[in-house]
């Protein structure tokens, strides 16, 4: 069981940055996603990284705004969002398949965090 804890999501004016974190409760986790649900809308992909770290994606929506990195010695994955619009406030996950695969479907992962909410005010 891989338990993932994410964190430093808040209130930010668009324009503004922020960082999140996924904390991972075990190492060498192959595929890390980060995905995004606004209200009444489907949970999206926003960025996924391997755990080498060279294969990262991302949606097109946030392609040149957001940097996704992960630090394998602390067992996360950073999130670095910038240049942020109020388009995307939303409550952003991470997770994780259970089998060794690159996936950007939701219904492909296995293991949720509980969620952190980032709200971008006009």
């Known amino acids: 069981q891989v338990q993932l804890v994410e964190s430093g999501g808040g209130l930010v004016q668009a324009g503004g940055s922020l960082r999140l974190s996924c904390a991972a409760s075990?190492?060498?986790?192959?595929?890390i996603g980060w995905f995004r649900q606004a209200p009444g809308k489907v949970r999206d992909f926003v960025a996924g990284i391997t755990l080498t770290g060279v294969n990262a994606r991302y949606a097109d929506s946030v392609k040149g705004r957001f940097t996704i990195s992960r630090d394998n010695a602390k067992n996360t994955v950073y999130l670095q969002m910038d240049t942020l619009k109020p388009e995307d406030t939303a409550v952003y996950y991470c997770?994780?398949?259970?089998?060794?695969?690159?996936?950007?479907?939701?219904?492909?992962?296995?293991?949720w965090g509980q969620g952190t909410q980032v709200t971008v005010s006009s």
């Open positions: 075990t190492s060498s986790i192959y595929y």
């Open positions: 997770a994780t398949p259970r089998s060794f695969r690159i996936a950007t479907t939701s219904s492909d992962y296995d293991y």
